[in-house]
């Protein structure tokens, strides 16, 4: 019988922003391939409830409660989690956060705070974890990206830099890390329903110009990314890096 080569089985992979949304959904997904999950968050409550959730399901859980734009608090944290669990396999960058205003008249602190989650926290966990990667000469990193890596759209400004960013922070790393056989890739998410983007869900001209813009017709469900992750997180990806696997209905191969 051939291995398994999609296997995520025992591998302890820890998810930032994963008390709810996307994370949570990939930390599910994950979870019940037998990976053993970290959740991250810096809502104790919310953190608590969603590890009890994967635990329902049989999933071994634990949590990292820091603010990934704190490096103190995160490294703290990391090393608490290495004390429970031996070791982090894979890491999926997914904080962020999000607000839509006219660029003109953009709060620069709203601004300030989208780049500093989405960005800079990505820059700052993978710091800290990639040390550890780096001092055992292998590893996973995963950064959610987003189809605003390479498309503006009025409003969000700040939000498409800050993929942008992202995605640049990939590339960066897979050329710095890939010497040391971590394998540091990303994932670019169309228009998924989630409690982020529910707002534009729920709107219906919205909605009807995405059906027509996008060549599957429809939003995309957030377990569809469950693939791309088990990809990345596999040995399947040994020998990808610095590439951006766009998970969205086709939207960006077409005009």
Request: aromatic share 6%; hydrophobic share 40%; glycine share 10%.
């Amino acid at each position: 019988m051939l291995p398994d080569i999609f296997s995520v089985e025992n591998k302890n992979i820890l998810i930032t922003g994963s008390s709810s949304g996307i994370g949570l959904v990939l930390a599910t997904e994950l979870g019940r391939r037998g990976a053993r999950i970290i959740l991250n968050g810096t809502n104790h409550e919310k953190l608590a409830g969603a590890a009890s959730r994967l635990r329902s399901l049989g999933i071994t859980a634990y949590t990292a409660a820091f603010d990934v734009t704190d490096a103190d608090s995160c490294a703290q944290a990391v090393q608490a989690v290495l004390q429970e669990t031996g070791t982090i396999d894979v890491l999926i960058n997914n904080a962020g956060i999000q607000k839509r205003a006219p660029a003109e008249s953009f709060d620069l602190s709203e601004a300030d705070a989208i780049l500093s989650v989405n960005l800079k926290g990505a820059f700052i966990v993978s710091q800290v974890v990639g040390r550890i990667m780096i001092s055992r000469r292998r590893g996973k990193i995963i950064n959610i990206c987003s189809v605003q890596s390479e498309l503006g759209r009025p409003s969000i400004t700040p939000y498409a830099a800050s993929k942008g960013g992202v995605k640049m922070l990939t590339k960066g790393l897979a050329a710095e890390w890939a010497k040391y056989n971590i394998q540091v890739n990303g994932i670019g998410p169309g228009y998924f329903i989630t409690d982020m983007t529910r707002p534009l869900a729920e709107n219906g001209d919205f909605s009807a110009w995405l059906s027509q813009r996008v060549p599957a017709g429809r939003w995309g469900d957030p377990r569809e990314l469950a693939g791309a992750a088990v990809f990345l997180s596999s040995e399947s990806s040994d020998y990808v890096n610095g590439h951006i696997l766009y998970v969205d209905g086709g939207m960006l191969a077409s005009v």
